[in-house]
């Protein structure tokens, strides 16, 4: 160790005893700096792999820990002992016994959020920073990495090795900074995302800060000749207020000139002012326009970026009033209008400053603020009131990574075989099992945050119906259902190919309409069940073609009449249909017909039709596109009657509509809702079915003709996420 290094060592030991010595004696600080001091000598290199110097660096966390947050002596401990434990000069069980289990438990969980700390070069940021936060069984572990991280990116200033910094920059930003900013530490997340440009840009970084220097006697004297006369014209209008003045920070002013496209000359809010009132409710919004009437009659206001948030305050609650005015010089100056509440509001509820600025929202919302008002509001000692704070606010997902170190996140019992679906369908499909941190494991293990899980496959695998009772994941689940039924597709094209041979062996040539009456008769609902069936060889095709021909042989039981002179059944015992205004079925001086709408087709007013006399005398109404019409027209052409719309229709019939989309919230919804809007429409039977992201569902309504349907129909394409619309 050399010579500056001890001295700023005796230096930093030094100030920290000042800094502690309202929350420690003499005598604890003087047990804890000789036992760091015996750490110290027992360690034969004080340099860590990066040449950093382990003792250095403690210290200044330690300090900079006084300085911007607060601690106790056994947070204090906590600092200075942990990178002795993880270069192993002293144990956790030393610990416990020299300082207690609240020390060593701390101690604990730094050292395992340590351990997956370095692996974060890879990962989405949010999942990593959910893993953090699930491994800390203490909200002090995660503040005092906080600060470690400021501490090690202000040492690093310069370091040889560029490839390390920027990881070490990486992580600060996107994790450390983030974690700040949702626990009120600003100050701190404001120096983490500075220096984090600062090593990964520093061309940029330079510029804007010796931009900035050069202007910052300028920019202060500015802000304070801003306020100035805003404050008297305010004060003269009879309103209490505070006026906070402030300049953006390096990094924001960057982000903002590159998303602006523009440089730092052009940043509108490079001057931001705010205004909170001392209001009462009542007078909340009037007493927000008036100061900012009095602000416009001063300067020019910019249309364009005025932001009213008062009078329709968003959907997250946040309310405040945004002007830009050109200013003095002609410069642009941000002027935010709120009242006490509001600030508050915005400050500490769901409308946090990180969230109006774009962050994702989560269940980490009311513990992120329960944290932010003990750190803000605490009298004394904000962190020991943490003490007993336990961070359970991911317990519903866990975090594991692969072999090659990429975050998954999951939801919180998920298994092996919903971490093989998650990284893709087909790894899913051939699962056999995996090896978790070393250890082979079945399908059916329950991933625990910060394992490491390599997938075993085997092409011959395929997924089995008892693996839905393993995944409890959307996705594995749904794509274990889709490999189901395409697995029974397979087979029933398979039952579907022996019947059709056979078939033909016995010289049968099979109606598809007589077929599916044959299917619904041996007691099947689906096609695909009953030829799986037939494949599985668990259903007899003779006794089939025996069934089919059965029903075969009652339909071509009738006399080969002509239509004419078909005896037709006087319309008394059923009467589906004999309204004459609407329907004329053959010469129009036969009245009193009996009639049904044939259900292959359900036929409505409008459509193309012709009449077919059935064996019972009734005469049944088919559309001419209907399915088995090519059949009915060449077998009993001697049975068809002309049939013709006459009137107008004024009852309901029923059409069946098949609709295909996405399956996105509240479509369904969506569609029934236009329906009930439409007058003489009824919504009678829904029927969906959800799979792999898209919807299929079949919608039977009564509707009295085509043109209300065709319509319908169209109004129904528009609803988004809708792909098509057919009569089935």
Same mark, same amino acid.
């Given at each position: 160790?050399?010579?500056?290094?001890?001295?700023?060592?005796?230096?930093?030991?030094?100030?920290?005893?000042?800094?502690?010595?309202?929350?420690?004696?003499?005598?604890?600080?003087?047990?804890?700096?000789?036992?760091?001091?015996?750490?110290?000598?027992?360690?034969?290199?004080?340099?860590?792999?990066?040449?950093?110097?382990?003792?250095?660096?403690?210290?200044?966390?330690?300090?900079?820990?006084?300085?911007?947050?607060?601690?106790?002596?056994?947070?204090?401990?906590?600092?200075?002992?942990?990178?002795?434990?993880?270069?192993?000069?002293?144990?956790?069980?030393?610990?416990?016994?020299?300082?207690?289990?609240?020390?060593?438990?701390?101690?604990?969980?730094?050292?395992?959020?340590?351990?997956?700390?370095?692996?974060?070069?890879?990962?989405?940021?949010?999942?990593?920073?959910?893993?953090?936060?699930?491994?800390?069984?203490?909200?002090?572990?995660?503040?005092?990495?906080?600060?470690?991280?400021?501490?090690?990116?202000?040492?690093?200033?310069?370091?040889?090795?560029?490839?390390?910094?920027?990881?070490?920059?990486?992580?600060?930003?996107?994790?450390?900074?983030?974690?700040?900013?949702?626990?009120?530490?600003?100050?701190?997340?404001?120096?983490?995302?500075?220096?984090?440009?600062?090593?990964?840009?520093?061309?940029?970084?330079?510029?804007?800060?010796?931009?900035?220097?050069?202007?910052?006697?300028?920019?202060?004297?500015?802000?304070?000749?801003?306020?100035?006369?805003?404050?008297?014209?305010?004060?003269?209008?009879?309103?209490?207020?505070?006026?906070?003045?402030?300049?953006?920070?390096?990094?924001?002013?960057?982000?903002?000139?590159?998303?602006?496209?523009?440089?730092?000359?052009?940043?509108?809010?490079?001057?931001?002012?705010?205004?909170?009132?001392?209001?009462?409710?009542?007078?909340?919004?009037?007493?927000?326009?008036?100061?900012?009437?009095?602000?416009?009659?001063?300067?020019?206001?910019?249309?364009?970026?005025?932001?009213?948030?008062?009078?329709?305050?968003?959907?997250?609650?946040?309310?405040?009033?945004?002007?830009?005015?050109?200013?003095?010089?002609?410069?642009?100056?941000?002027?935010?209008?709120?009242?006490?509440?509001?600030?508050?509001?915005?400050?500490?509820?769901?409308?946090?400053?990180?969230?109006?600025?774009?962050?994702?929202?989560?269940?980490?919302?009311?513990?992120?603020?329960?944290?932010?008002?003990?750190?803000?509001?605490?009298?004394?000692?904000?962190?020991?009131?943490?003490?007993?704070?336990?961070?359970?606010?991911?317990?519903?997902?866990?975090?594991?990574?692969?072999?090659?170190?990429?975050?998954?996140?999951?939801?919180?019992?998920?298994?092996?075989?919903?971490?093989?679906?998650?990284?893709?369908?087909?790894?899913?499909?051939?699962?056999?099992?995996?090896?978790?941190?070393?250890?082979?494991?079945?399908?059916?293990?329950?991933?625990?945050?910060?394992?490491?899980?390599?997938?075993?496959?085997?092409?011959?695998?395929?997924?089995?119906?008892?693996?839905?009772?393993?995944?409890?994941?959307?996705?594995?689940?749904?794509?274990?259902?889709?490999?189901?039924?395409?697995?029974?597709?397979?087979?029933?094209?398979?039952?579907?190919?022996?019947?059709?041979?056979?078939?033909?062996?016995?010289?049968?040539?099979?109606?598809?309409?007589?077929?599916?009456?044959?299917?619904?008769?041996?007691?099947?609902?689906?096609?695909?069940?009953?030829?799986?069936?037939?494949?599985?060889?668990?259903?007899?095709?003779?006794?089939?073609?025996?069934?089919?021909?059965?029903?075969?042989?009652?339909?071509?039981?009738?006399?080969?009449?002509?239509?004419?002179?078909?005896?037709?059944?006087?319309?008394?015992?059923?009467?589906? #249909?004999?309204?004459?205004?609407? =329907? *004329? @079925? &053959?010469?129009?001086?036969?009245?009193? +017909? /009996?009639?049904?709408?044939? !259900?292959?087709?359900?036929?409505?007013?409008?459509?193309?039709?012709?009449?077919?006399?059935?064996?019972?005398?009734?005469?049944?109404?088919?559309?001419?596109?209907?399915?088995?019409?090519?059949?009915?027209?060449?077998?009993?052409?001697?049975?068809?009657?002309?049939?013709?719309?006459?009137?107008?229709?004024?009852?309901?019939?029923?059409?069946?509509?098949?609709?295909?989309?996405?399956?996105?919230?509240?479509?369904?919804?969506?569609?029934?809702?236009?329906?009930?809007?439409?007058?003489?429409?009824?919504?009678?039977?829904?029927?969906?079915?959800?799979?792999? #992201?898209?919807?299929?569902?079949? =919608? *039977? @309504? &009564?509707?009295?003709?085509?043109?209300? +349907? /065709?319509?319908?129909?169209? !109004?129904?394409?528009?609803?988004?996420?809708?792909?098509?619309?057919?009569?089935?």
């Amino acid at each position: 160790m050399n010579t500056d290094v001890k001295r700023e060592i005796i230096s930093l030991t030094k100030s920290l005893y000042h800094s502690m010595a309202k929350v420690v004696t003499a005598d604890e600080f003087r047990m804890l700096i000789e036992r760091f001091k015996t750490c110290l000598r027992a360690d034969i290199d004080d340099n860590d792999a990066h040449d950093i110097s382990t003792a250095l660096l403690t210290l200044k966390t330690a300090q900079l820990f006084v300085d911007k947050v607060d601690t106790d002596k056994n947070m204090l401990a906590a600092i200075l002992f942990y990178p002795y434990v993880i270069r192993k000069v002293i144990t956790i069980d030393d610990i416990r016994r020299e300082w207690g289990d609240d020390v060593a438990g701390m101690i604990a969980g730094l050292e395992k959020v340590g351990r997956y700390s370095s692996r974060n070069s890879a990962v989405d940021q949010d999942n990593f920073r959910g893993l953090l936060l699930s491994l800390a069984d203490d909200i002090r572990v995660i503040i005092i990495m906080i600060v470690h991280s400021l501490a090690l990116m202000r040492q690093i200033n310069h370091h040889p090795d560029e490839e390390w910094v920027r990881r070490v920059a990486f992580e600060a930003n996107c994790i450390y900074a983030q974690l700040a900013h949702r626990l009120g530490l600003y100050v701190i997340k404001g120096e983490l995302e500075d220096l984090s440009l600062k090593y990964t840009n520093r061309e940029i970084f330079t510029q804007i800060a010796h931009k900035l220097k050069e202007t910052k006697e300028d920019r202060e004297n500015y802000i304070s000749s801003f306020i100035a006369p805003v404050k008297a014209k305010l004060q003269a209008a009879g309103l209490t207020f505070e006026i906070k003045g402030r300049t953006k920070s390096i990094s924001s002013i960057w982000n903002k000139m590159q998303k602006q496209k523009v440089d730092i000359q052009h940043i509108y809010d490079l001057f931001a002012i705010r205004v909170i009132i001392d209001t009462p409710l009542e007078k909340e919004k009037s007493d927000c326009w008036l100061a900012y009437s009095i602000l416009a009659d001063m300067y020019t206001a910019n249309p364009a970026r005025m932001k009213d948030w008062i009078s329709i305050p968003k959907s997250n609650g946040y309310e405040s009033l945004h002007a830009t005015v050109m200013g003095p010089q002609n410069k642009w100056v941000e002027v935010q209008f709120r009242t006490r509440r509001m600030d508050l509001v915005a400050e500490k509820g769901l409308a946090a400053h990180w969230r109006y600025k774009g962050g994702k929202s989560d269940s980490t919302d009311q513990w992120m603020n329960n944290v932010r008002d003990i750190l803000e509001t605490a009298e004394a000692g904000p962190m020991q009131l943490m003490k007993n704070m336990k961070m359970n606010i991911y317990n519903k997902e866990v975090f594991a990574f692969t072999p090659k170190g990429d975050l998954f996140r999951l939801a919180n019992g998920a298994t092996v075989l919903d971490f093989a679906f998650h990284i893709h369908s087909r790894v899913g499909c051939q699962c056999t099992g995996a090896i978790v941190n070393g250890r082979h494991e079945r399908i059916a293990y329950k991933i625990k945050s910060g394992d490491t899980i390599e997938i075993i496959t085997l092409s011959t695998q395929t997924p089995k119906h008892d693996w839905l009772s393993i995944a409890v994941t959307s996705k594995a689940r749904n794509k274990i259902k889709q490999s189901l039924n395409e697995a029974k597709t397979k087979i029933a094209d398979l039952g579907k190919e022996m019947l059709e041979r056979r078939a033909k062996n016995r010289k049968m040539e099979l109606d598809e309409s007589i077929l599916m009456r044959a299917i619904k008769k041996c007691g099947f609902k689906y096609s695909n069940d009953f030829y799986a069936e037939i494949a599985d060889e668990k259903l007899d095709i003779n006794k089939v073609l025996s069934v089919y021909q059965e029903i075969e042989r009652k339909d071509a039981e009738t006399t080969h009449v002509a239509a004419d002179e078909f005896k037709i059944v006087s319309p008394q015992a059923e009467q589906e #249909g004999n309204d004459s205004d609407v =329907l *004329v @079925i &053959g010469e129009k001086s036969i009245k009193g +017909l /009996n009639y049904r709408f044939a !259900k292959c087709c359900n036929p409505i007013y409008g459509d193309e039709v012709f009449g077919f006399i059935s064996s019972d005398g009734v005469v049944k109404i088919h559309k001419n596109d209907c399915p088995n019409a090519p059949n009915i027209k060449s077998r009993y052409p001697y049975r068809l009657i002309n049939v013709q719309w006459s009137g107008t229709s004024s009852t309901q019939m029923t059409v069946s509509l098949r609709i295909v989309g996405h399956d996105d919230i509240g479509i369904v919804t969506n569609i029934t809702s236009i329906i009930s809007k439409e007058k003489n429409v009824t919504l009678r039977n829904i029927s969906i079915d959800s799979h792999d #992201g898209l919807f299929q569902g079949y =919608l *039977v @309504i &009564g509707i009295p003709d085509t043109d209300q +349907l /065709n319509a319908l129909i169209r !109004k129904i394409r528009t609803v988004k996420g809708v792909k098509d619309v057919t009569r089935s």
